[in-house]
């Protein structure tokens, strides 16, 4: 049965691949069938009670049906499914009229709202048989619909079967009638959003099955594919293994062999420090003994013009520059310099200018200046060398036919620092000697003396800092050297000695050297750290001198008496002005009596010693004396 009505719904339709015109042909073979069979039952019961026009009627209507099932199996679609809409009304209004016109069959009030019911219930075939897409076979199948509910009674009352044409005296008819057509007309419409809903839902559907068709044919490749790498995998897996264990025999034995030589290259690496510190610092000994034998011979002998003595001489003088400038380089690698500090550009300039003075007004040198950032914090020498290399280099390097002029600049961003010196020298054939710049003892201009190492060290030195250097030159016209340098993140706690018993760290910020007592100390540990200390600030010269005693114990009399004997004159001669205490709860009467004791050297070098119970009350106080000249 099931077999059956598939096949009936189907007829016809069997090449039609568009779902929403698929359904919508189903659906009319159904409307066609159920039609008939009903016909044909209304046939039978009428032609047992009376046969007349009635059963022959529904017989022929039935024959209509059969020729749109027809239409359909012989794919005329939509001549079916018009013919459909078409003939229905025409049917429902017939059998309306047909209904009042049998002899000796009494008219009821409600055979005159029952057909109109049937009417509006049948039009919802045209929504049922067409898509929303078909907009003009759809509105043009409601037409006949449309015609039929508004000449329902004009029709009657032409064939004379009208509802007050044939006596019927009820008052509501005609409101009957607006309401009906109320119906009709919401039915109509609610049908027609209903079909344009339901495609949308029907195409959305028919799409996403299309990519989930798509997207199981990709799958299903994939899955293929995956079996098939997955073989492939398990073959190289086996091999994988087998190469895996080789691998490790070799790793291990290549371990062994660069352990080896890791041991080997530690020990030439100290070695060749070793030999370097010899070559560097014991050679300038003897090479300054010999300089000195030298002299002797210029002030006593009668060798002084002597030519292999002025060869020695300058031999001498050669091999001593070039072992002080192996000196720095070593110095520069082993980062001796680590420590940065609170630098005036200025001052510093200032400073470095003096000895070329004489230079300068001989050769009418305008030395200009546009510093848009003062100060920054790097490491003092260094700047310091750097800045000497590249005022040295314009000064030597400058045009005799015209006068000289060198501007140095700086400016700063959240980040960075940049230095520039532009000078109106001779300057550099960049195109020639562009990647040679930078190189140990390579020179570029003959006319003057030089050994080819300043620039070579500048570069170190910026490299050291962490910045970059280049140079931009035109031959007889100018040379601009542009440094720059990033902006260092902890300037406040820049360590120096990091040990289980206290810590030494330098605060650039406030000019401050801090020591920080971890544990009770001995006599040794107490002398080791703060010579370390001195030992910065014989580099470094710092206005504040903080200690933390809080967890240090009293000293001995004897490092009393090394603290104040040796040390302190020490570091006073280096600019020391301010020396803050902090203590846990009460100073020692010791420490007291220690302090009472000295003043008079406390005065002597204008020192202001402050006690407190905390590092901030301390760093307060720093900040208020900071613009308060020292008594």
Known sequence: MKKLWFRISHNGIANVHDLIELQSLVVTNRICVIAIALLIVICMVL????????????????????IILFLISRQYFNTGRLLLCFMLPPIIVGMSVLSKIIPGESVTDSEYFDYRYVLITASIVPPLVFSFARKWPLMLSILPFLLAFLFFDSIHNYLQVGYYQIPHSESSYGLSQWIATIMFCFITIGVLMLRRTSDEVQFRNSQLIKKLNETNVLLENSRSEIELAHSKIQEQNVELSHTNKLLTDKVDSANKELQASNEELVKHNIELQQFSHTVSHNLRSPVASILGLINLIDSRSSLANDPVVEHLKKSAKVLDATIRDLG???????????????????????????????????RGVKVDYDISAGALYCIKPMLVSILHNLLSNALKYSDKNRPGVITISTTETEKEFQLTVWDNGIGIDLETYGNELFKLYKRFNNHTEGRGIGLYLMKQQVTALGGTISISSKVNSFTEFTIIMPKPENIDHQMLLDEDCAEVFFNAARNLICITWRREVSGEEFRNVLNRSLNFMLECPVAHWLTDIRKRNNLAPE????????????????????????????????????????????????????FSKSIEETYDWLQDRRWHSTK
């Open 559 to 610: 490092d009393h008496f090394w603290l104040i004997d040796s040390l302190l004159p020490a570091v006073f001669k280096r600019g020391l002005k301010r020396l803050a205490v902090t203590y846990a709860h009460d100073l020692s009467p010791a420490t007291i009596e220690f302090y009472k004791r000295n003043e008079d050297v406390f005065q002597k070098y204008d020192i202001e010693i402050f």
């Open 328 to 362: 720095r380089i070593i110095d520069i690698r082993n980062d001796i310099f680590k420590v940065k500090q609170n630098v005036n550009i200025i001052e510093v300039i200032d400073e470095i200018l003096i000895p070329f003075q004489k230079e300068i007004v001989e």
């Open 47 to 66: 032609g047992f009670r009376q046969w007349n026009a009635e059963p022959m009627l529904a017989l022929s209507l039935s024959v209509l049906f059969g």
